[in-house]
């Protein structure tokens, strides 16, 4: 299969991470006989530099015309005094939008080789980690108005939270597809005791749950939502939120995974171009020193195999080699402990390549 991929190396250690990406999905291509060409997008504060704009329209053009979209991070502390519209971020909350992905699915999975990497208690992660958080990812209030003006003599700031059933009815259907073909158990998270956004989430939600009579459906406050995945995470199965309250939960999903360097998102939307990214940003501190975790990267280009190109196969080998070189007791310096062998990001690539097998 021939596919065009557009690649966003971005900022910090996005260039170095993207690039272990790269050299997987090549040696995928050349076990697998597929042809991957790669077009290189500016975005974020190396756009901002370069072309005065975190995403130039040609540069989105270019995403939106490829088979999918791998993105390493943006954002760095050069960029922090811009003005809003001219931040990296900005880049990257246009992409999704120009993308139209308004699904993010990101899993918080434990690998047993890392079980002692998790803040938990060893007695709740045995009882397992593993489900998915399907975050809306181009609504409410992070698309709202913004702005900032004086109101009676005071300096007030305005957010503005909005969703119509359209939206919900679309991220919803995701949520219920996915528990579908997992565990057929779909939690909605909400805040229906306050805001009128939730209560017409939890309205759609419990709709659309009659066509779905296969998968049980739960509804939880957001705020014991935050209080159980640390309680027992393994009560769940398939979480759906909005936008705002996915950002968060799904960070602290992360960290009780242990790194947040290993874990891979995907977002989607009505096509199979996806744009696929680690969770983590570009964590500044490390970069250019060889000691970022790239694994975050390389399962993103995993879940594009799977998700986007339709190659469960590849994706699984992908799986399977990082598995592999947990086994053989290599860590990157985010996960290391005591008795396990230290490497950089391009010796852990080299690694998780040495592990590739052809299924
Ligand atoms: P961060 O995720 O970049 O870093 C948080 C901590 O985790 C740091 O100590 C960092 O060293 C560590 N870390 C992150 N990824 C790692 C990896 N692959 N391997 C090893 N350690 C890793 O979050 P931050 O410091 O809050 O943000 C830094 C910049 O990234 C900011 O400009 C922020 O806006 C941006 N950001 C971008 C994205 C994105 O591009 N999607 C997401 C979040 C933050």
Redesign the pocket.
């Known amino acids: 299969m021939i596919k065009n991929i557009a690649v966003i190396r971005?900022?910090?250690?996005?260039p170095e991470?993207v690039e272990q990406a790269l050299r997987v999905l090549d040696k995928i291509a050349e076990l697998y006989g597929h042809t991957f060409n790669y077009t290189d997008v500016d975005m974020?504060?190396c756009a901002i530099d370069k072309w005065g704009d975190p995403l130039p329209p040609e540069m989105l053009k270019k995403c939106v015309e490829s088979d999918s979209v791998l993105?390493?991070?943006?954002?760095?502390?050069k960029?922090?005094d811009m003005p809003g519209y001219m931040?990296?971020?900005k880049g990257?909350l246009r992409l999704r939008a120009g993308m139209g992905v308004y699904s993010n699915n990101r899993p918080a999975k434990i690998w047993p080789q890392l079980a002692n990497a998790s803040p938990l208690k060893k007695s709740i992660v045995d009882k397992g980690i593993d489900f998915i958080i399907v975050r809306e990812l181009i609504g409410g209030i992070y698309f709202g108005e913004h702005k900032t003006e004086d109101i009676d003599g005071k300096t007030t700031a305005i957010d503005v939270l909005t969703y119509n059933e359209e939206e919900i009815e679309r991220i919803g259907r995701i949520g219920f597809e996915t528990a579908r073909k997992r565990g057929r158990k779909l939690c909605s998270v909400e805040k229906s005791n306050v805001l009128d956004s939730s209560r017409l989430w939890k309205k759609v939600m419990h709709r659309l749950a009659e066509e779905y009579p296969d998968v049980q459906l739960s509804d939880m406050l957001v705020d014991n939502c935050a209080m159980q995945i640390v309680k027992d995470p393994s009560q769940f199965d398939v979480v759906v939120t909005e936008n705002m309250f996915g950002d968060i939960l799904s960070d602290e999903a992360s960290m009780i995974t242990g790194?947040?360097?290993?874990i891979p998102s995907s977002s989607l939307g009505a096509t199979a171009c996806g744009l696929y990214?680690?969770?983590?940003?570009?964590?500044?501190?490390?970069a250019g020193k060889d000691?970022?975790?790239?694994?975050?990267?390389i399962l993103s280009a995993a879940m594009m195999l799977r998700f986007s190109f339709d190659m469960p196969k590849e994706a699984d080998a992908i799986e399977k080699a990082v598995s592999a070189y947990l086994d053989a007791g290599y860590r990157?310096?985010?996960?290391m402990s005591e008795g396990m062998t230290e490497v950089g990001?391009r010796q852990c690539c080299e690694l998780i390549i040495h592990n590739l097998r052809k299924e």
């Open positions: 971005g900022d910090g250690i996005g991470i974020g504060g993105l390493g991070a943006v954002g760095g502390n960029w922090n931040r990296p971020e990257l790194s947040i360097g290993m990214e680690p969770i983590h940003g570009s964590a500044p501190d490390i000691v970022a975790n790239p694994v975050g990267t990157t310096a985010d996960i990001c």
